[in-house]
C-alpha cells in the first residue's frame, strides 16, 4: 500500500503549493467574502421570515415548504438554471448561495423560538415587558444555541456550494479544483481546491460554536437539529 | 425567456434522444453511476450505523464522520474520486471517479441516520422486549431495525436523491450520465441543451424518488408506514 502511495504521489510538483501561498490566501478571502455575503444576506431574509411565521402561523408551513423544495434542487443545477437568465456574475453564485441557507436558518429560528418556556414569558409580561422587549431581551436570547446551531449548519453547506460556483464563477478556493481538472490532473491544484474548503468549513463550524459558548454561558448544550 | 425556447427545441428534437449519445443511453449511464455507489454505501454504512447504534459505540467517531462528511464539499469528493481512481488504482477516468465520490457523499446521512435510529428506538419496546427472554440478536433484528426502518428508509431516499442529483458533476470527470448534457451545454454556449439536462435530472430524480418510496412500502411493516421521521431529512440535510 505504501509503495501504492509512493508510485501514485510520485512526481507531483508539491512545491507549487509553497509557491503560490499568495494565489491561495486571495482564493481563501474571496472563499471567506461570497460565504460572509450569502450568510448575511440569508440571515437577514431568514430573520424577517421566521419572525413572520411566528406572528402569523398560517405562513410556516408555506415559508419551510418553499424552501425546502429549493433545498432540494441540485446546486450544481440551480447555478446552471440561473445562468442564462442573471448570466456568470456574482449574483447568480449569491441568489443561488442565499436560497439555500434559508431552509437551515428559517427552521432552527423558528424552533429556537417555540422554545422558549411559555412561564418564561408569562413571567416577563408579568413584569411589564412589552411585545417588543420579550422579543429583543427574552426570547432570543435564550433562542440563540439553536439559531446558531442553525447558522453552524448552513455555513458548513455555504462553504461547500461556493466551491460549485467556480464553474459558473470566480468560486474562491474551488477555481483551484476546475483549474487542476483543466491542467491535466494538475494535483497540488486539486488538493488546495479539495481540502481548503473542507478545513474552512471545520474552522468556520469551531468559531461559531466558540462564539455561541462565548454569549450564551448558561447553555453548554446546543440544541443541533 | 429565449433559453427556455431553446430547451424545448432541445428537448423535441428526435436526435437528442436516441444514439449512444442520446437521452436513452445517457439515463442508462446515470443510472449505473448512481446505483453502484449507492448499494455499496448501504452495504457499508446501514450495518455500521445499526450495530453502533445498538451497541451504543463508537459515538465520537459517528460524530467525527458525520461533522466531516458534511464539511468536505461534493466537488471535492470528486476530487478524491479521482485520484484514487487514476492516480492511486489506475481505473482511470469517466466511470470510477463519480462512482468513489458519490460512495463517500452517501456515507455519512446513511450511518448517521441508521445509527440515530437505531439508538432512539422507544426504550419501552426495547426494554419489554429483554424481559420477554429475547436474545441481543433478536432484539436488534426484530425489535429495534423494524422500529427503526422508517427512519433509515427516509434516509435512503433522500440519500438516493442526493446521490443523482450530484451524479452530473461526474461529466467534469470526462463520466458519461445526464450531466454531460450540462457540461456540454455551458461549454458550447448552447443554453437549450444546458438547461434541458437540468430538467433531465430533474426529473430522473423525481424518479428515483417515487421508486424508493414504492419501496419503502414492502421495506417498512405496515403499522409504522407513514412514520417517516423528519428528524432524518434534519439530519441529511446537506445541499448536494
Redo the contacts between chains.
Keep these: 500500500m505504501t509503495g ?2 509512493a508510485q ?2 510520485g512526481g507531483i510538483r508539491w512545491s507549487w503549493i509553497t509557491a503560490n501561498l499568495d494565489d491561495i490566501w486571495e482564493a481563501t478571502v474571496e472563499h471567506l467574502w461570497l460565504t460572509g455575503i450569502a450568510m448575511v444576506v440569508g440571515f437577514a431574509i431568514a430573520m424577517v421570515l421566521s419572525v413572520a411565521a411566528i406572528r402569523y402561523r398560517r405562513l410556516y408551513g408555506p415559508i419551510t415548504a418553499t424552501a425546502g423544495v429549493i ?7 440551480l447555478f ?2 440561473l ?3 442573471t448570466g456568470l456574475t456574482v449574483l447568480t453564485a449569491e441568489i443561488g448561495l442565499v436560497l ?1 441557507t434559508l ?2 436558518l428559517v ?1 432552527n429560528t423558528v424552533a429556537g423560538l417555540d422554545g422558549v418556556p411559555e412561564d418564561v414569558k408569562e413571567a416577563a409580561r408579568g413584569m411589564g415587558y412589552t411585545r417588543n422587549r420579550l422579543f429583543l431581551e427574552i426570547e432570543l436570547p435564550l433562542a440563540i444555541p439553536v439559531i446558531i446551531a442553525g447558522l453552524r ?1 448552513a455555513t ?2 455555504t ?3 461556493v ?2 460556483t ?2 459558473i464563477t470566480f468560486g474562491g478556493l ?1 477555481r483551484f ?1 476546475i483549474d ?2 483543466q491542467q491535466n ?1 494538475f ?1 497540488p491544484k ?2 488546495v ?3 481548503g ?2 478545513l474552512l ?2 474552522a468556520l ?1 469551531g468559531l461559531l460554536l466558540l462564539l455561541q459558548r462565548a454569549i450564551t454561558p448558561w447553555s453548554r448544550r446546543a440544541a443541533a ?1 | 425567456m429565449d ?1 427556455v425556447v431553446d430547451m424545448l427545441r432541445w428537448l423535441l428534437e428526435p436526435g437528442t434522444w436516441t444514439g449512444p449519445r442520446g437521452v436513452l443511453a445517457r439515463s442508462v449511464e446515470h443510472l449505473w453511476i448512481s446505483l453502484v455507489p449507492l448499494v455499496a454505501a448501504m452495504a457499508v454504512a446501514i450495518p455500521a450505523g445499526v450495530l453502533s447504534g445498538h451497541y451504543r459505540r463508537g459515538q465520537a467517531v459517528g460524530a467525527l464522520v458525520t ?2 462528511g ?7 469528493l ?3 474520486g ?2 484514487l481512481s ?3 488504482l489506475g481505473l482511470g477516468f469517466s466511470f470510477w471517479p463519480i462512482v468513489f465520490a458519490l460512495f463517500f457523499l452517501a456515507l455519512q446521512p446513511l450511518f448517521t441516520n441508521s445509527y440515530t435510529a437505531v439508538r432512539e428506538a422507544e426504550p419501552a419496546l426495547v426494554e419489554a422486549a429483554r424481559g420477554q427472554g429475547l436474545s441481543e440478536r433478536e432484539v436488534l433484528l426484530e425489535v429495534e431495525l423494524p422500529v427503526a426502518s422508517p427512519v433509515i428508509m427516509t434516509a435512503v431516499r433522500i440519500t438516493a ?1 442526493q446521490v443523482v ?2 451524479a ?2 461526474g461529466a ?2 470526462a463520466g458519461g450520465g445526464l450531466g454531460r448534457f ?1 457540461i456540454d451545454g ?1 461549454g458550447q454556449n448552447d ?1 437549450g441543451q ?2 434541458g ?2 430538467v433531465l ?2 426529473v430522473f ?1 423525481l424518479l428515483v424518488e417515487w421508486s424508493v418510496t414504492r419501496l419503502e412500502r414492502r421495506v417498512i411493516p405496515r403499522p409504522l408506514q407513514g412514520r417517516t421521521d423528519a ?1 432524518a431529512v ?1 439530519a441529511a ?4
Design positions: 501504492l502511495l501514485a504521489s433545498f432540494t434542487i441540485p446546486s450544481f443545477a446552471f438554471v445562468a442564462p437568465f439555500y431552509l437551515v427552521r449548519i458548513v453547506t462553504v461547500g456550494l466551491t460549485i467556480a464553474l474551488g479544483i487542476g481538472l490532473l494535483v486539486l488538493v481546491g479539495a481540502l474548503p473542507t468549513a471545520l463550524d437539529l | 433559453a461533522n466531516v458534511r464539511a468536505v464539499p461534493s466537488l471535492a470528486l476530487v478524491f479521482l485520484l487514476v492516480r492511486v436523491v442529483a450530484t452530473p458533476l467534469l470527470a450540462i455551458f443554453d444546458m438547461l439536462g437540468v435530472v430533474a430524480a428528524s434534519a440535510g446537506r445541499a448536494a
